[in-house]
Nanobody, 126 residues
Framework: QVQLVESGGGSVQAGDSLRLSCAAS????????MGWFRQAPGKEREFVAG????????DYADSVKGRFTISRDNAKSRVYLQMNSLKPEDTAVYYC???????????????????WGQGTQVTVSS
């Protein structure tokens, strides 16, 4: 089992950048595929980005491709989400998620992930 704690959220202006961090407990972090999801008020939780166990493969939602970058540091048991050129529509609670079962594949559905953090709020004003 792994516990996930996100940090780095905040309130920014459109065009600004933020870097989210997710710290994982335990010593098996490199066995998890990691993902970032977000949920805006009144909307379903949606996939933002994912990264494979070793970090060699990544995947992004079309809405953030070219603006967001996911990375991981297995030695520190952390995954990051660098968010540039933020837009008001990026406003949401951002969640870190871990997936262990099912191979080293990035998945875009919430049901494919086994563990979730508590979320961190990102608010982008115009």
């Amino acid at each position: 089992q792994v516990q996930l704690v996100e940090s780095g959220g905040g309130s920014v202006q459109a065009g600004d950048s933020l870097r989210l961090s997710c710290a994982a407990s335990g010593r098996t972090f490199n066995t998890y595929v990691m993902g970032w999801f977000r949920q805006a008020p009144g909307k379903e939780r949606e996939f933002v980005a994912g990264i494979s166990r070793g970090g060699s493969s990544t995947d992004y939602a079309d809405s953030v491709k070219g603006r967001f970058t996911i990375s991981r540091d297995n030695a520190k048991s952390r995954v990051y989400l660098q968010m540039n050129s933020l837009k008001p529509e990026d406003t949401a609670v951002y969640y870190c998620a871990a997936r262990r079962i099912g191979g080293n594949y990035i998945r875009r559905t919430t049901g494919e992930y086994d563990y979730w953090g508590q979320g961190t709020q990102v608010t982008v004003s115009s």
